[in-house]
């Protein structure tokens, strides 16, 4: 079972739109896939939908049944919780979804203590799924040391502007610090051009810049493109490669498909 983290501590670089678009992806090619929110604003688990196309958020809510019940159930006032018992089936075959929403606000740093708690409720799915994906919030708190610890490969999206070198070797660090005060070895870390605009000279520049400042093992070859369509898509709770119809709006989708084949390259 490979358990990657989808992070970076700078926002709106389409980190949660990598993690679900990665999951259709991968279950399109018959992999079994884990998503697991860990951010408290459950975009996520919003975008993703259960078997009756509800947003499981909404279901989340309703139950009080997400990853807050097994982080930090005392906090919340519930008993504590393995995942498989705050999974839920999503439309995709394949892929499950264990939610977020406000209630892992919670998880504070004081309550929050032990950064191997997500790690150890991981080990207990005894390689249930494939893959699982770890969507993290855009901050570097005991969630996301969490999310690091349990990850052996993380995928860092960053958006190709010029915020973009000083967020990324601010998540490098910080990566590499943790995993060593933590002892847990280090990490398989990849770079993602992430919503790069086809044609504007900020992005062919933010590409090539980000090609000459980070080891070429260490980027993914493929770049995902920006377009209207993947938060279209997303809202109408479907992953771009089932949402695009014409053939010129396939490329993004085409974007992901090659992103799914580096990954499983990558992992082998």
């Avoid at 509800?54 to 005392?74: E, H, M």
């Avoid at 085409?254 to 082998?268: G, M």
């Amino acid at each position: 079972m490979i358990t990657i983290s989808v992070s970076n501590f700078k926002g709106g670089v389409g980190k949660t739109t990598v993690a679900y678009n990665l999951a259709y992806t991968l279950s399109a090619r018959g992999k079994s896939v884990l998503l697991i929110d860990l951010d408290p604003q459950g975009t996520l688990s919003y975008w993703v939908r259960d078997t009756d196309n509800v947003p499981v958020k909404v279901l989340a809510k309703q139950d009080v049944r997400s990853l807050a019940n097994v982080l930090v159930p005392k906090e919340i006032g519930v008993e504590r919780s393995t995942l498989q018992e705050v999974t839920y089936q999503t439309r995709w075959e394949g892929v499950d979804i264990v939610p977020a929403y406000l209630a892992l606000q919670k998880a504070k740093d004081a309550a929050l203590f032990n950064p191997f708690s997500l790690s150890n409720a991981i080990d207990d799915l005894h390689d249930a799924y494939d893959f699982v994906i770890i969507d993290t919030r855009p901050d570097l708190d005991n969630k996301t040391t969490n999310a690091f610890v349990a990850a052996k490969y993380i995928i860092l999206p960053v958006r190709c502007d010029g915020a973009m070198q000083e967020g990324l070797i601010e998540s490098l660090d910080a990566i590499r610090e943790i995993c060593t005060e933590l002892r847990v070895g280090e990490r398989n870390t990849k770079v993602l051009a992430s919503m790069v605009k086809t044609g504007t000279i900020r992005d062919g520049v933010g590409v090539n810049m980000l090609s000459a400042n980070i080891a070429k093992t260490n980027i993914f070859d493929c770049v995902i493109h920006d377009t209207a369509k993947l938060g279209e898509a997303s809202m109408a709770g479907m992953a771009i490669g089932e949402y695009v119809t014409r053939a010129r709006e396939r490329k993004v989708a085409q974007d992901f498909e090659e992103l799914a084949d580096e990954v499983i390259n990558w992992v082998k």
